[in-house]
């Protein structure tokens, strides 16, 4: 490399889009003890609502069985007899169509109304983003040219001009959470989940607003050393 030459970092920034959902649906069946006769219809009624999904709509394929779980709440646990017991099974929607999946949900109440015991939670976590070709490629050029004006604009100061390009870094990628449950602007990626809220019910009016999900920032960082040159 040249002795004489000028570093700078170019920046620049494009958007990324919610292309698929993680929709968590988290089936709670309360028990008065172990050894209630719910806790033998657990299965049942996680069956019961995963064919209801299906007959809602929502393709079998972009249906995932997460787990089960079972545990006694921590305000029980100094009970010395019937204790109480919590059976949760965990369904995931993964889908593209966000708005198909919770208005099958709206209408998921039923189950409560079979029996109080049971609830539901439905939980969302940081979907999948895409970015088009042509934004990303645009962001790199513009971070490229970002760089050239600040060593052009230091350059002049010191009354020298700029050559070539002699080295180009890139760094990491940072992001600019898009808000969506699960995705918030205020947290580094990776350490936090949100929850989303309770289903209770459609519009009195019938009518869903569809509005696009949040996208998220994606910010570009190019370090660019360039040939010094005298005027």
């Not at 002699?166 to 959470?177: A, S, T």
Request: proline share 4%; net charge positive; hydrophobic share 35%.
């Amino acid at each position: 490399m040249s002795k004489n030459y000028i570093g700078v970092v170019g920046e620049s920034y494009y958007f990324e889009y919610p292309e698929t959902w993680f929709i968590d649906i988290v089936l709670n069946i309360q028990a008065a003890k172990k050894g209630d006769p719910i806790l033998a219809k657990a299965g049942e009624y996680k069956n019961k609502l995963i064919k209801f999904l299906i007959d809602e709509g929502i393709p079998k394929k972009k249906l995932f069985y997460a787990g089960t779980d079972a545990y006694t709440p921590w305000w029980e646990l100094k009970k010395k007899d019937k204790k109480g017991i919590i059976v949760s099974h965990k369904i995931t929607i993964r889908t593209d169509d966000r708005y198909k999946a919770y208005k099958a949900l709206e209408k998921a109440e039923w189950l409560n109304k079979e029996d109080k015991r049971i609830s539901i939670r439905i939980d969302e976590r940081r979907p999948i983003f895409k970015s088009k070709a042509k934004d990303v490629l645009k962001a790199r050029e513009s971070a490229c040219k970002n760089a050239l004006e600040k060593a052009k604009s230091l350059a002049a100061s010191l009354g020298m001009k700029v050559g070539k390009p002699l080295e180009i870094q890139e760094f990491p990628n940072k992001y600019r959470g898009s808000d969506n449950y699960g995705d918030n602007d205020w947290e580094p990626l990776g350490v936090f989940r949100a929850y989303a809220p309770r289903i209770v019910g459609s519009d009195d009016d019938g009518a869903n607003i569809e509005l696009k999900g949040n996208e998220r920032i994606v910010y570009l960082k190019y370090s660019v050393n360039f040939e010094l040159i005298p005027s």
